[in-house]
């Protein structure tokens, strides 16, 4: 039955719960261990919240609480099946995925960063994506190489 022969209410709910799809990168999914287990968490969270939500009685309302939970379970179980772990790298003679990296920028400000996959990086933490345009730049990098990126300079001070 088409929705516009429903209630109104109806239409609205549906709008609601057919949310589309978290956009899945392209890039292979990278990840360490703690990103797998922070992976892991996150699906079995949304999965949760889904059952919770299909605890509700009114239908268009456990439909409207049911819909984000249900797209990020499916999105969570994309990333934990794509997910490739990553172990940590055994030198710091250059850098790489999971390498902690200080480095100074030629504004004069020193940053450091660890390396990590895309769901797991968070700048304001102290983590950057592996595929971010610093990382890249940096990867295969030592202590003591300048790279240019966003239209300066950054010298790799330290690595760990």
Do not use: C, W
Request: hydrophobic fraction near 40%.
């Amino acid at each position: 039955m088409s929705v516009a022969f429903t209630k109104e209410e109806s239409a609205e709910a549906a709008s609601e719960t057919l949310l589309p799809d978290r956009p899945v990168s392209s890039h292979p999914n990278l990840v360490t261990e703690a990103g797998l287990k922070a992976l892991e968490l996150q699906l079995r969270q949304a999965q949760d919240a889904y059952e919770e939500a299909q605890k509700i009685e009114d239908v268009n309302e456990r439909r409207r609480q049911g819909a984000v939970p249900l797209r990020d379970a499916r999105y969570f179980a994309a990333r934990v099946r794509m997910a490739q772990v990553v172990p940590d790298p055994q030198t710091a003679e250059a850098v790489a995925f999971g390498s902690t990296v200080t480095f100074s920028r030629g504004d004069g400000r020193v940053q450091t960063f660890r390396i990590v996959g895309e769901d797991e990086a968070d700048p304001k933490a102290g983590t950057i994506s592996f595929v971010s345009p610093v990382a890249r730049s940096l990867m295969g990098k030592a202590v003591g190489d300048a790279v240019r990126t966003s239209n300066q300079e950054i010298e790799i001070i330290a690595i760990r």
